[in-house]
């Protein structure tokens, strides 16, 4: 399996933004396969929507990172490790704005970018980002309309509904033809029928020490079945369809549950690449440093 991490770029480690260049530069060398960001906006004090399900937002979430920002420095300071975006809520950007960042960041890695988007959950985010929490869903699907026709035309326009795109010469081109790979997250029925129509893959989620116990049929194997039958329903090849497995372990999870679940995914579910956020486990990018060389010490 591949194993990658994600950047310092929430709580703690955030305070340290000088050295994400050097955390970068480790996990390549210590044998990890990526590098990882997210996307946080605000972290409300009065959520409506809390994370994960619940009530409150962490508090790693009052420090956060521009993951533009990090991805770049991630693909300037490496030379072989994928990086990765789990997940930029789409609809918070217009696409014409995406496509000129992220076709800049797989320039810079030589074609090193894997693309995760998604909507995300906070009311208060989207507030803040002046977009319609309601137009969520259509002004993704409008947005990778826009992001093919950039990615692959010039001249380049869009014309929808809530994104507009007009006439453009678009010369530069992601190095990844005809794009890079595309990768969209939830559970929802309508999120996994929009990765079975034209997503590269998908990304399920597991949280060690949330108080679930992993279940890799559940978690993965199932909802990749269905989402594996609705892309053969429309015309697709079903094993076109991959998986990058997201492990969040909480404040309470343990780098032995993280690792477990890891070799689980791979053994019983088949999962081939996988990333950890650390974010709630580590004080320091020293400290991330660190837990993350004990994950690949017990699943390699």
Not at 254 to 265: G, H, S, V, Y
Request: proline share 8%.
């Amino acid at each position: 399996m591949r194993v990658g991490f994600a950047l310092p770029q929430f709580g703690a480690p955030a305070h340290q933004a000088d050295q994400i260049a050097d955390f970068a530069r480790s996990i390549e060398a210590m044998g990890g396969d990526g590098l990882w960001v997210g996307d946080r906006l605000l972290a409300p004090v009065e959520p409506t929507v809390g994370y994960g399900g619940g009530t409150t937002i962490p508090e790693e979430f009052h420090a956060v990172l521009d993951p533009f920002v990090l991805l770049t420095i991630a693909a300037t300071v490496t030379e072989r490790v994928q990086i990765g975006t789990n997940v930029l809520n789409a609809p918070w950007y217009p696409p014409a704005m995406l496509a000129r960042s992220l076709t800049s960041i797989d320039q810079l890695s030589r074609g090193r970018l894997l693309v995760g988007l998604g909507i995300g959950w906070s009311p208060e985010e989207y507030e803040a980002a002046g977009i319609p929490m309601s137009e969520r869903g259509a002004r993704l699907d409008e947005c990778l309309d826009a992001l093919d026709a950039l990615w692959t035309t010039d001249p380049a326009e869009y014309h929808g509904e809530h994104w507009t795109v007009p006439a453009t010469h678009a010369e530069l081109k992601p190095v990844q033809t005809p794009r890079p790979p595309l990768y969209l997250a939830g559970f929802a029925p309508k999120a996994m029928e929009r990765v079975a129509r034209r997503a590269d893959g998908w990304l399920p989620v597991h949280r060690p020490g949330a108080g679930r116990e992993f279940d890799p049929e559940a978690f993965i194997t199932t909802p990749l079945n269905r989402i594996r039958r609705l892309a053969e329903e429309q015309g697709r090849d079903p094993q076109e369809i991959g998986t990058v497995l997201r492990v969040y372990p909480t404040e309470k999870g343990t780098i032995e549950q993280t690792a477990d679940a890891l070799l689980r995914a791979e053994q019983e579910a088949g999962v081939d690449t996988a990333f950890v956020d650390l974010f709630a486990l580590a004080d320091s990018v020293d400290h991330m440093r660190e837990l993350a060389e004990r994950v690949l010490d017990r699943v390699r």
